[in-house]
């Protein structure tokens, strides 16, 4: 990579050091005058058609992005806000789609058709002042629309309410492992600090502050967490060195995790995990994963290797801020489920009283 990067530079420093000896030859007065800087016209009418051809390259690019790269999109939404949230963003798309094929078209279609030719003057035009009203309050009116809808959206998403019955999760970051944290029979976080995260022998690994009551029927969770399904859940996010990102990506939700702070966010979970391992577009995903792991497993067993596990679809907390060296690696399943293997699996789980005994 850094011989690529190395590599690149220099011809790229090639390149403009011609282009300034260039320049400076074109500037020395009072040398034999040199026609071959100057454009022909057939110089003009290849560019015209270059121009041309590049409105054809990337709308084939366009489409051809499409085509492939449209099956790695995510699946549809699992939370309750996620549906808004796509609609938002399509709609933000579509728009941005639609204006730059328009304006790509006319940049390039103008430059071909208008291309210098049969000694064509160009029509001195020096402005319009309704064309350049136009231009300017047609963007100006789609723009205001569209961060209005975007903030409008936006409240609803981040607005919650801190009601009863939500659960409340708390996800702890640090590099580069996730934490999840649940309140227990009382449903409340006892306060937290890093300072107490060497109490008990290294048996408090988020920091629970032992003398607060509320902290004592918490259960801290290291390998996955589980939602029960369409009840509304409040995460508190909190991070132990660097600024991390809690993303996750199937339920639409993303929310920094500030050192020294505790930041929030809220969904309600729609689907559980088996519902989603049952949808066409997971299904297929899974498929074409398992598939290239197969053609693997037979190099890998050929070489006298063990093969690779198919995959299974599952939901993911993964970390969305570059925050060291196992950034990548750094996610944590999420299983979501019914109400009552929720209840199953909080009944397992061993509680902070229990832990530092
Ligand atoms: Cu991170």
Not at 37 to 44: G, L
Not at 93 to 120: C, D, P
Not at 246 to 269: D, K, L, W
Request: net charge negative.
């Amino acid at each position: 990579m850094t011989v690529l990067l190395i590599i690149t530079i220099l011809i790229l420093t090639g390149i403009a050091l011609w282009q300034i000896t260039k320049i400076f030859e074109l500037s020395q007065l009072g040398q034999k005058k040199d026609d071959s800087q100057i454009a022909t016209e057939k110089d003009n009418d290849l560019n015209g058609k270059l121009m041309f051809a590049f409105l054809v390259f990337i709308y084939a690019v366009t489409i051809y992005s499409f085509w492939t790269y449209s099956k790695v999109l995510l699946p549809e939404s699992a939370s309750a806000h996620g549906p808004a949230y796509d609609t938002l963003l399509w709609i933000s798309f579509a728009v941005i789609l639609f204006a730059q094929t328009l304006t790509q078209a006319v940049l390039h279609i103008f430059a071909y058709q208008y291309r210098g030719i049969n000694n064509r003057k160009a029509y001195f035009f020096t402005h319009d002042n309704k064309l350049e009203f136009v231009w300017t309050i047609i963007p100006a009116i789609i723009f205001f629309l569209l961060i209005i809808y975007g903030m409008i959206t936006w409240g609803k998403i981040m607005n919650f309410e801190e009601d009863e019955d939500a659960l409340v999760v708390e996800l702890y970051a640090q590099q580069w492992n996730w934490k999840a944290r649940y309140g227990g029979e009382d449903n409340v976080l006892g306060d937290a600090n890093v300072r107490f995260l060497n109490d008990f022998d290294g048996k408090n690994p988020i920091g629970i502050d032992s003398s607060d009551p509320n902290g004592m029927d918490d259960f801290v969770v290291t390998q996955e967490f589980h939602l029960p399904v369409n009840r509304k859940v409040i995460f508190k996010l909190r991070s132990q060195d660097v600024l991390h990102s809690a993303y996750m990506p199937h339920f639409r939700a993303q929310m920094n995790c500030v050192p020294g702070m505790i930041t929030e966010f809220s969904f309600t979970p729609t689907k559980t995990t088996d519902e989603m391992r049952m949808n066409s577009d997971v299904v297929d995903k899974v498929n074409r994963i398992n598939k290239i792991r197969f053609e693997k497993s037979k190099l890998l067993t050929a070489k006298g290797e063990e093969s690779l596990e198919p995959y299974q679809f599952d939901y993911l907390l993964l970390c969305a801020k570059i925050c060291g060296t196992s950034h990548y690696n750094m996610q944590m399943k999420i299983v979501v489920e019914s109400e009552k293997d929720y209840e199953k699996w909080v009944a397992k789980q061993q509680i902070f009283s229990e832990v530092i005994q």
